[in-house]
């Protein structure tokens, strides 16, 4: 059996806050809506003192490198497609386990 796990660094910048709290509340808000949707394992994983800046972390797992892809590019779409936030960057890598 192949298993293919997915993992995703997604940066991004939040221009209309002014505080720590807000930032988190976004941030929370868009983890918890793509934990839903997706299924997936996301979490903040870099950049959590700065107001205006958060790095998120997104991994799936499949029995298909095609499923896997697919998740991806949602999940990418779904964050740019969010309003509150600007993905700058994001990067991905699929892991090959027999």
């Not at 499949?62 to 497609?81: K, P, R, T």
């Not at 969010?82 to 027999?98: A, N, P, Q, W």
């Amino acid at each position: 059996m192949n298993m293919v796990i997915g993992v995703c660094r997604v940066v991004l910048y939040i221009n209309e806050v002014f505080s720590l709290k807000e930032k988190r509340h976004i941030v929370k808000s868009i983890v918890q809506r793509l934990r839903s949707r997706f299924n997936a394992s996301v979490a903040e994983v870099d950049l959590n003192d700065k107001w205006k800046n958060a790095v998120i972390g997104i991994s799936c797992i499949s029995n298909e490198a095609a499923h896997v892809d697919s998740m991806m590019a949602n999940m990418v779409n779904f964050i740019e497609n969010d309003g509150r936030v600007v993905l700058t960057d994001y990067s991905t890598e699929s892991i090959y386990v027999d």
